[in-house]
């Protein structure tokens, strides 16, 4: 079992920057990949980042792609997401989610957090 806690969300003015958090219980978690996604009110939970167990992989999402970037520290149990140049667009809720590879697709992931949220103002 792997449970995780997402922090770090808040309201930022467009071109700002926030580091999101991903805290994980569980001996296992450094076997795991972690991915964000992220929610906007009304639309599907959508693929941001991820990266593999060893954080020698990552991969983005063409609209994160050179403004956004995932990291782990196993030692800490915690993967991160650096936000900069953020845009309106990027408002949603942010989730964490570990899966046994690294995926893109939300079905792969079987454990989840409870999610941050994200406002970017304009």
């Known amino acids: 079992q792997v449970q995780l806690v997402e922090s770090g969300g808040g309201l930022v003015q467009a071109g700002g920057s926030l580091r999101l958090s991903c805290a994980a219980s569980g001996r296992t978690f450094s076997t795991y990949a972690v991915g964000w996604f992220r929610q906007a009110p009304g639309k599907e939970r959508d693929f941001v980042a991820a990266i593999s167990w060893s954080g020698g992989s990552t991969f983005y999402t063409d609209s994160a792609k050179g403004r956004f970037t995932i990291s782990r520290d196993n030692a800490k149990n915690t993967v991160y997401l650096q936000m900069n140049s953020l845009k309106p667009e990027d408002s949603a809720v942010y989730y964490c989610?570990?899966?046994?590879?690294?995926?893109?697709?939300?079905?792969?992931?079987?454990?989840w957090g409870q999610g941050t949220l994200v406002t970017v103002s304009s």
């Open positions: 989610a570990a899966a046994g590879a690294l995926r893109t697709a939300t079905a792969a992931y079987s454990y």
